[in-house]
């Protein structure tokens, strides 16, 4: 069975770091996209961003209101993919979830989601 | 940037009747490559995100076939031929065919029991 689990959310001050993992089984990881969605109570569903199989470049593309201040990276030899989120601010709290590319042909598996909460 | 509108933003069904969800695109969603890259989400109270469609009508594993999705251009729709208790939630349209932005969500449709 194809699992992803989440971990590392948790409560931060606006300003403040966290990271997120999200380790993969069940699949063939080193070929998968892999995609952070996030879910909050004023902006419904954004995708924070995707992250390209290596044998596809690798590359990542971000959303606009975390670029500069998110990144987003992979560690194939674990499958694990993980997310640093710095500068945290207020409207970045809800609920991130680890998925495989949601714009695939494929369809997605879905983490059980890791609650981020930023607050004073 | 693309922006997906979609409405109406609350849909009052009674349990068996049908339900009709509207996504509008203020930029063609057909790529270049000739595919048009508009899925639709499904997210129930105290789930996970669900895909349900994806390239405008294509259903996604597990997906029953009372939900079909149509449209071109700009303009599309998922459609639930009889809602059942289970579709309680709200219901997302996203584009993935203009990069940047990348793949941008509308704002969501609630569907509600009347």
């Known amino acids: 069975d194809v699992q992803l689990v989440e971990s590392g959310g948790g409560l931060e001050k606006p300003g403040g770091s966290l990271r997120l993992s999200c380790k993969v089984s069940g699949l063939s990881f080193s070929t998968a996209w892999m995609s952070w969605v996030r879910q909050s109570p004023g902006k419904g569903l954004e995708c924070v961003g995707l992250i390209r199989s290596q044998n596809n470049g690798g590359t990542i593309d971000y959303g606009a209101p975390v670029k500069g201040r998110f990144t987003i990276s992979r560690d194939d030899s674990i499958s694990t993919l993980y997310l640093q989120m710095n500068s945290l601010k207020i409207e970045d709290t809800g609920i991130y979830y680890c998925t495989t590319d949601v714009g695939s042909i494929w369809t997605p598996f879905w983490g059980q989601g890791a609650l981020v909460a930023v607050s004073s | ?114």
């Not at chain 2, 390239?55 to 079909?68: A, E, I, K, L, M």
């Open chain 2, 1 to 114: 940037d693309v922006v997906l509108t979609q409405s109406p933003l609350s849909l009052p069904v009674t349990l068996g009747q049908p339900a009709s969800f509207s996504c509008r695109s203020s930029q063609s969603l057909t790529h270049s490559d000739g595919n048009t890259y508009l899925s639709w989400f499904q997210l129930r109270p105290g789930q996970c995100p669900r895909r349900l469609i994806y390239r405008v009508s294509n259903r996604d594993s597990g997906v029953p076939d009372r939900f079909s999705g149509s449209g071109s251009g700009t303009d599309f729709t998922l459609k639930i031929s009889r809602v059942e208790a289970e579709d309680v939630g709200i219901y997302y349209c996203m584009q993935g065919t203009h990069w940047p932005p990348g793949y941008t969500f509308g704002q969501g449709t609630t569907l509600e029991i009347k």
